[in-house]
């Protein structure tokens, strides 16, 4: 692809841009236990990657997931909890 100055380019968007890479405080694992489905969870994401259809179902898309724990904080029943990232063996 040739860019010459001055050129603009097509807008990215979100779903083409996956940004689960710079997870920074490890990934939410829901434990899947005492939820409530308050939703609280899904609200609170500010990148809107979790997902779920109620009590004990949800989950975080962790292609987009950058694992500011903000899930975790505000589960009233701790039902989240953030995991470490496991290095991968190349």
């Known amino acids: 692809m040739k860019i010459t100055l001055g050129t603009v380019t097509?807008?990215?968007g979100s779903r083409v841009n996956k940004t689960?890479?710079?997870?920074t405080a490890g990934k939410p694992h829901f434990l899947q236990k005492n939820c409530i489905g308050c939703d609280l969870c899904t609200l609170s994401c500010p990148e809107?990657?979790?997902f779920g259809t109620g009590q004990k179902t949800?989950?975080?898309n962790e292609d987009f997931?950058?694992?500011?724990g903000i899930c975790a904080n505000v589960c009233p029943v701790h039902d989240i909890e953030m995991k470490p990232e496991e290095a991968e063996d190349d």
């Open 20 to 23: 689960g890479a710079w997870r």
């Open 65 to 68: 997931c950058k694992g500011c």
């Open 48 to 50: 809107g990657c979790i």
């Open 58 to 60: 949800y989950y975080a």
């Open 10 to 12: 097509r807008p990215g």
